[in-house]
T-cell receptor, first 113, second 113 residues
Framework: NAGVTQTPKFQVLKTGQSMTLQCAQD?????MSWYRQDPGMGLRLIHY???????DQGEVPNGYNVSRSTTEDFPLRLLSAAPSQTSVYFC????????????FGQGTRLTVV | GEDVEQSLFLSVREGDSSVINCTYT??????LYWYKQEPGAGLQLLTY?????DMKQDQRLTVLLNKKDKHLSLRIADTQTGDSAIYFC?????????????FGSGTRLSIRP
């Protein structure tokens, strides 16, 4: 069981470039979400999905797009990278019932120069 | 709106007890969590408590919930060097909406010899 897999682990982008952070889970979880982690600010929710074909905005959605065409995958797209998007990004997934324990990927460290 | 607050740093002597505190604002929170993040890694669930409980004990971990004051604490008995990490308090509301886990800023626990 691989759990939640994020790629790449590290990325450097130039301002204005676009890219997609990949997230895949093999636990058949319905819920998936993206967070960004900045020093002293904890994790802030960017976008989340309650199932294939359904996405919604979190606390800090601007500059990011998501889609959920399959249960397994939940990619995060940066449309035009800005230095303010330099952060560590975490993908998480969980079941829809019971204590909703979220399983996290290892993170993607993104630097925008 | 939902908000979770915790102090940023805690330093304890090896063998002593660590107490990490957290306050939250959403009185409808269903579950409250403690996650642990080791350097360079994602978050791992340590323990959780259902909102109708006052206390939960799991080996060296004790969680206390004061629902009236919206205060949650995590006590780690006999703190070891392996407990050095960032500890995040988190809450969910609305029952099964696991994707909307709201995290605090994290408390960095350091252990003195």
């Amino acid at each position: 069981n691989a759990g939640v897999t994020q790629t790449p682990k590290f990325q450097v982008l130039k301002t204005g470039q676009s890219m997609t952070l990949q997230c895949a889970q093999d636990m058949n979880h319905e819920y998936m979400s993206w967070y960004r982690q900045d020093p002293g600010m904890g994790l802030r929710l960017i976008h989340y999905s309650v199932g294939a074909g359904i996405t919604d905005q979190g606390e800090v959605p601007n500059g990011y797009n998501v889609s959920r065409s399959t249960t397994e995958d939940f990619p995060l797209r940066l449309l035009s990278a800005a230095p303010s998007q330099t952060s560590v990004y975490f993908c998480a997934s969980s079941y829809s019932v019971g204590p909703p324990e979220a399983f996290f990927g290892q993170g993607t460290r993104l630097t925008v120069v | 709106g939902e908000d979770v607050e915790q102090s940023l740093f805690l330093s304890v002597r090896e063998g002593d007890s660590s107490v990490i505190n957290c306050t939250y604002t959403d009185s409808s929170s269903t579950y409250l969590y403690w996650y642990k993040q080791e350097p360079g890694a994602g978050l791992q669930l340590l323990t959780y408590i259902f909102s109708n409980m006052d206390m939960k004990q799991d080996q060296r971990l004790t969680v206390l919930l004061n629902k009236k004051d919206k205060h949650l604490s995590l006590r780690i008995a006999d703190t070891q060097t392996g407990d050095s990490a960032i500890y995040f308090c988190a809450e969910t509301s609305g029952g099964s909406s696991a994707s909307k886990i709201i995290f605090g800023s994290g408390t960095r626990l350091s252990i003195r010899p």
